[in-house]
């Protein structure tokens, strides 16, 4: 599987859903650990960038800059 390409405010799907049921994340922070936000309850985690990449499933929304 070839690597997973994020950037900030993509919106992404985990493999676990947060517990309050959506599975809709904005990465917010991008680093040394990436910080995302759950779309539904605006609960943000921060998580390291090697877990996130393992963590995550798929790239729902991919940020668009307007050059
Ligand atoms: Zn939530």
């Known amino acids: ?9 993509d ?3 985990m493999k676990k859903q ?7 994340w904005k990465i917010i922070r991008m680093g040394m650990d990436v910080r995302i936000k759950c779309e539904g309850c605006q609960h943000s985690v921060l998580i390291p960038r090697r877990d996130f990449s393992r963590k995550m499933k ?3 929304v991919k940020h668009v800059d307007s050059e």
């Open 58 to 60: 798929k790239i729902l």
């Open 18 to 24: 947060h517990p309050c049921g959506t599975n809709r």
């Open 1 to 9: 599987m070839q690597d997973k390409e994020f950037n900030l405010n």
């Open 11 to 13: 919106i992404v799907e």
